[in-house]
């Protein structure tokens, strides 16, 4: 057991503090568009065309669009899109488009998805047909944006020249357990993906962001526009991928509140949240998955544990470890609202997601396909359809 813990520990404690090192030098050099020199007029006046496909989103549409048609910008548009809704969604859209210029505000009602399509990129689809903008801005149903948020990220991408931006969002979190799950999330997306190597054209890190994904007109229409992601769950990463692989500029910045999302509510709403994306985050293919299930819980469970089994100096390093997640925690609360004492809840956030992982497996396996706003999609229709 003793040599063990020393290998365990040991393998512990540098991919942590390897991971925590990485970041310390990488996360500062990620721009902050909410500072005071992104408070300006983009270069060239770039027309923007927002697209919003919403299904079944009645609770949060009206106020996603209103808040849409206060940017304080003079050359954008926005196409909403009611995409099958069997709520209040379309008349919603309709009650706001009646009160808004019609150049400013188009809304589109799609009745049936065609064979071959998934619903939301079908819709993001559509929108972009209609488009009339210099960049496309892909962002969701229920995503709060401050009036300056557009102009700060299109003088930031114009001035970088950028042909993709992403913006991260604040998370709106009411209650500890989701605090707990995206404290969790966000290390796990530290660990897993580097957003400070995205604008790295010799890596292959990327980015994609469901709440703020803007990619030039010219760079859309050469990727193959949304008909390459058309059988896509994991549409707005996949964006991103097809982005960087093709050699285009792409970059990530953080925006403190210019937007907004309230992603989950609850620990249990982000386990449902992410049911539908694991499975396909491992490709659909169970070894897989259940080797990822492994490596989560070694590398987050095991030096809790390992502190405690362990004896004398076989402690050391699984303390490294700790000290170097703790410190991730201390790094990302100062850009969110998760205080750093979440760290102790680590271990429960770890289980849950590897219960998510589990779930997602087993439930798409079960059902032969995902179901996603009650539309089932056969599974072998996502794998041929994968990027």
């Not at 960049?135 to 102009?151: E, M, Y």
């Not at 497996?361 to 599974?379: D, E």
Request: hydrophobic share 50%.
């Amino acid at each position: 057991m003793s040599y063990f813990h020393w290998i365990a520990g040991c393998i512990l404690g540098l991919a942590w503090l390897w991971r925590l090192a990485d970041a310390a030098v990488g996360v500062p050099k990620i721009a902050d568009v909410s500072v005071p020199e992104w408070d300006r007029r983009p270069p060239g006046n770039p027309r923007i065309s927002i697209i919003v496909p919403a299904c079944n989103e009645a609770a949060d549409i009206e106020a996603t669009l209103t808040r849409l048609l206060a940017l304080e910008y003079d050359n954008y548009e926005v196409i909403t899109v009611d995409d099958r809704s069997t709520d209040r969604t379309g008349e919603m859209m309709e009650r706001v488009a009646s009160a808004a210029p019609a150049s400013r505000l188009k809304v589109v009602h799609i009745a049936e998805l065609p064979p071959g399509w998934m619903g939301k990129p079908h819709a993001m689809w559509s929108a972009g047909k209609l488009a009339t903008g210099d960049w496309l801005l892909f962002t969701d149903a229920d995503v709060l944006f401050k009036p300056d948020a557009l102009p700060r990220a299109v003088a930031y991408a114009e001035s970088e020249r950028a042909d993709h931006l992403v913006v991260f969002p604040r998370m709106i979190m009411k209650h500890p357990g989701e605090k707990m799950m995206i404290a969790f999330f966000q290390t796990l997306f530290v660990f897993g993906h580097r957003p400070w190597k995205v604008a790295d054209p010799k890596t292959k890190d990327h980015i994609g962001v469901g709440a703020f994904n803007m990619v030039r007109r010219t760079v859309y229409e050469a990727l193959g526009t949304y008909q390459a992601l058309r059988f896509e769950v994991l549409d707005d990463m996949k964006l991103g991928k097809v982005v960087k692989n093709a050699g285009y500029a792409q970059r990530n910045v953080f925006a403190a509140d210019l937007i907004s999302i309230r992603w989950a509510k609850g620990a249990w709403g982000v386990v449902e949240n992410l049911t539908k994306n694991f499975f396909a985050i491992m490709s659909y293919q169970w070894p897989r998955a259940l080797a990822s299930c492994f490596a989560l819980a070694f590398l987050n469970l095991m030096p809790f544990l390992g502190i405690w089994l362990a004896q004398g100096w076989e402690r050391m390093g699984y303390g490294v470890a700790l000290f170097a997640m703790f410190s991730i925690y201390v790094g990302m609360s100062r850009k969110s609202d998760i205080p750093p004492y979440y760290f102790v809840l680590h271990p429960v956030s770890s289980a849950l997601f590897v219960y998510t992982m589990l779930r997602s497996t087993f439930l798409t396996l079960g059902r032969g396909g995902v179901v996603w706003r009650g539309t089932f999609y056969p599974l072998a229709d996502l794998r041929k359809g994968m990027v």
